[in-house]
């Protein structure tokens, strides 16, 4: 089973940007499509974006299209979600995620078995 950290949070200003990282153990984070989600105090968790194990299909949550880009980089077992144009909306816990089912219903929570201990994001206005 892989094992996940996230890393790369803090406080930004509005319109600023962070990227932060997902650091995978294990041998076989290749085959494994990841997805990042986010959970703000009293709220539920949000999906964010997702990236095939092969890093060549991406999806988003509408909220984040076009600010938010997910990437990765199986030589180094790390998935990035660099985070443009930030808004005080965006303050929540980060989460990466891992599942290793062939299927692709990457918006739901339970699509995914392991998860990280997730990064604080924290957007003044």
């Known amino acids: 089973q892989v094992q996940l950290v996230e890393s790369g949070g803090g406080l930004v200003q509005a319109g600023g940007s962070l990227r932060l990282s997902c650091a995978a153990s294990?041998?076989?984070?290749?085959?494994?499509?990841i997805g990042w989600f986010r959970q703000a105090p009293g709220k539920e968790r949000e999906f964010v974006a997702a990236?095939?194990?092969?890093?060549?299909?991406?999806s988003y949550a509408d909220s984040v299209k076009g600010r938010f880009t997910i990437s990765r980089d199986n030589a180094k077992n790390t998935v990035y979600l660099q985070m443009n144009s930030l808004k005080a909306e965006d303050t929540a816990v980060y989460y990466c995620?891992?599942?290793?089912?062939?299927?692709?219903?990457?918006?739901?929570?339970?699509?995914?078995?392991?998860w990280g201990q997730g990064t604080q994001v924290t957007v003044s206005s």
């Open positions: 990236i095939t194990s092969s890093g060549t299909s991406t």
């Open positions: 294990g041998r076989t984070f290749s085959r494994y499509n």
């Open positions: 995620a891992a599942s290793p089912y062939f299927y692709y219903t990457e918006k739901s929570p339970t699509y995914y078995n392991a």
